[in-house]
Nanobody, 125 residues
């Protein structure tokens, strides 16, 4: 499975941005898809995840109510809609795929086997 993230950019605080992740290869019902981010000088952190089958979602507390993860199973796409962006959301955002995600924890990076190249989101205050 190959993943390609896109949609990053420079925006002002309070605005919105939508990230996309295109998955090449077969994504079956056991997969979980996630978004992670890494800010300068910080460790990579979990942002959101969605089960390919059923669509159950999980979010880190800091983005609940502002970010929405979704997927289009027909197009093999995963999206991250980010609203009310804050300067602390500035990071490189990565999409990732966990082949056993249906049974996993959703938020542990080590469970994700496939990673995209990352897309930079910069939020100016």
């Amino acid at each position: 499975v190959q993943l390609q993230a896109s949609g990053g950019g420079l925006v002002q605080a309070g605005s919105s941005l939508s990230l996309s992740c295109a998955a090449r290869g077969r994504i079956n019902s056991n997969y979980g898809m996630g978004w992670f981010r890494q800010a300068p000088g910080k460790q990579r952190e979990f942002v959101a995840a969605i089960r390919w089958s059923g669509g159950r979602t999980t979010y880190v507390d800091s983005v609940k109510g502002r970010f929405t993860i979704s997927r289009d199973t027909a197009k093999n796409m995963v999206y991250l809609q980010m609203n009310s962006l804050k300067s602390e959301d500035t990071a490189v955002y990565y999409c990732a795929a966990d082949p056993r995600g249906y049974y996993g924890s959703d938020s542990l990076a080590r469970e994700y086997e496939y990673w995209g190249q990352g897309t930079l989101v910069t939020v100016s205050s």
